[in-house]
């Protein structure tokens, strides 16, 4: 189901680096905090202008689709106390290139399933390169309205994700979905599209946010790009929108998350036993041009043409680098001027985002969100360097976090963040310096100050009881007071290993937990011959559920 989108908006653009004393940036321009530095008489502002437009794709459905949209109501959850918890569903729960819903049926049993155990909805990652795959403009979103359906009828909500990234390694991963191929063939003819870093690596998991605002891709630049695709989202969806679908995460790079792609996709799941400090990926062409005209603007163009000299290499102890150790360069005017800008230009990307989406999703009863990464096996050192290389300038005499909180907060957004069910007991036996527990409860102190809601999330594919009650320790550590901000949870993923007796038993307790009841009744309706929820126990539902 292909759905066309009108022509291109207008483009207007621009990427500067001012003094304080220089002229106002035009009103709809958006900008960000001004980047301080121990330069008190001077400072630089990074700013650009972005006209979209705001019309959007009328649509049409056929079959049983077309009916639901046309006739279906709307079913309401009974409201629940405590904490709801969603689970994200399979990288593969729509098929590539095809399009559509995988596993019909062991995917109705297992939201079934969900819906018994007290579950509140779903969280749906929509990619870009499987809706926008082929042609720019051209959507097929029959496989997530699926569904979108499918969780209505079950009692579900749905969190949707904006997933404008690469997911998995390469052609040979199972879980394989590249960016759309019209994108990777303009990546093709110009590689300054993809991230760098000194050793002129490329990664291609997400578009460098150096041509944010630049008209790269078949003229459109990618916020542009990702604008017109979460219009037509919102044009398709609307019949769900704030009824079923109550989340939306705003993809804002690598694996969804507001951050560089500094260490390589496949050694995020161990990296933190490695203690890989990163790379700085600030070497393409539109990067460097950014730095160098900051740093020509602070009349400092020794500043200019690269990253930090002395980061050395990847595994290397923080203390033998000249720019990560103790008192190394980090904590200098240089340190401080690069990682201003380098974080700074990473900030200006998450408003970009925000603001389009908050602009997109205006007037509807739906949750925005974006994602923080769970960087922490640096978290002990005084630089931080694994956190500094993914674009958060948070050391032990700086926070970070608080000013990604603020931006968020602006535009009415939910932080999402991961390694709740992370102990620094377990993960200091492998690495000393690393402290999960530090690095959450500094997101939740930055999201409390700023008065945002929040998402947890796990970062290991499966957990036991001990993780659960982590998770739940640390979820009391952000609700506990008056007036506190809303919390919820997002369980990484279902998979058949979820549906095995014993790992479903503590699923559903963590489940009956953060929800602080005793009972659950699943106050569904089916269609003409389904066995209702209440005559099916625990263990012969999970029987019958996914097989991923």
């Not at 990652?125 to 997530?144: A, H, S």
């Not at 005499?397 to 009415?412: H, K, V």
């Amino acid at each position: 189901m292909a759905i066309t989108s009108p022509s291109a908006p207008t483009f207007s653009a621009s990427l500067c680096c001012t003094r304080t004393d220089s002229a106002a940036v035009p009103a709809r321009s958006l900008k960000s905090s001004p980047i301080q530095t121990r330069f008190q008489n001077r400072r630089f502002t990074l700013s650009c202008r972005l006209d979209s437009s705001s019309s959007g794709p009328s649509n049409g459905f056929d079959g049983d689709l077309q009916y639901e949209l046309q006739h279906g109501s709307v079913s309401t959850h009974y409201r629940r106390r405590g904490s709801p918890v969603f689970v994200t569903l399979p990288v593969d729960a729509v098929s590539l290139p095809a399009g559509i819903m995988k596993r019909k049926k062991a995917m109705a049993q297992s939201f079934r399933a969900l819906a018994a155990a007290g579950v509140e909805g779903v969280v749906m990652e929509v990619w870009w390169g499987l809706v926008e795959r082929e042609l720019p403009r051209v959507y097929n979103w029959q496989g997530y309205l699926e569904i979108v359906v499918l969780a209505r009828r079950c009692g579900l909500k749905v969190r949707a994700v904006m997933a404008f990234h690469q997911c998995g390694t390469g052609p040979d991963d199972p879980f394989w979905i590249p960016l759309p191929q019209w994108v990777c063939e303009e990546m093709d003819k110009d590689p300054d599209l993809a991230y760098s870093d000194r050793f002129g690596r490329r990664n291609m998991e997400y578009i460098s946010l150096g041509c944010d605002v630049l008209p790269v891709l078949h003229g459109r630049s990618p916020i542009q790009a990702y604008a017109e695709f979460m219009r037509s989202f919102r044009d398709t969806f609307r019949p769900f929108l704030g009824g079923v679908i109550t989340g939306i995460q705003v993809g804002m790079g690598p694996a969804g998350e507001l951050r560089y792609p500094s260490c390589p996709l496949q050694k995020l799941s161990w990296t933190w036993r490695s203690r890989e400090l990163g790379e700085f990926q600030c070497y393409d062409k539109y990067m460097l041009a950014s730095l160098n005209a900051c740093a020509g603007e602070m009349g400092m163009r020794e500043w200019a043409n690269g990253g930090p000299i002395g980061a050395s290499n990847l595994m290397q102890d923080p203390e033998s680098t000249e720019f990560f150790k103790s008192d190394g360069s980090w904590n200098t005017p240089y340190g401080e001027f690069f990682l201003a800008w380098y974080s700074g230009m990473l900030l200006l990307h998450g408003e970009r985002i925000c603001r389009e989406a908050e602009t997109t999703f205006r007037g509807l009863e739906v949750n925005l969100s974006g994602k923080v990464a769970g960087i922490h096996w640096h978290y002990g050192t005084r630089s931080h360097p694994s956190e500094l290389t993914a674009g958060y300038y948070n050391t032990s005499i700086r926070d970070g976090f608080l000013p990604i909180a603020r931006i968020f907060g602006r535009y009415g957004f939910t932080m999402c963040c991961t390694c709740f069910e992370m102990r620094d007991a377990e993960e200091q036996q492998m690495n000393p310096v690393s402290s999960p527990e530090g690095f959450v409860k500094q997101l939740l102190l930055a999201a409390r100050i700023c008065d945002i809601p929040l998402q947890g999330e796990n970062t290991a594919s499966s957990l036991d009881d001990e993780s659960y009650q982590q998770v739940l320790r640390m979820s009391k550590f952000y609700s506990d007071g008056p007036g506190t901000p809303t919390f919820s949870f997002n369980f990484v993923r279902m998979d058949r290993n979820l549906f095995e007796y014993r790992n479903w038993v503590s699923f559903t307790r963590f489940v009956r937990q953060m929800a602080d009841v005793k009972i659950f009744r699943a106050k569904l309706g089916f269609g003409e011959g389904d066995m209702p929820l209440s005559s099916l126990s625990a263990s012969a539902t999970a029987g019958a559920v996914l097989a991923c």
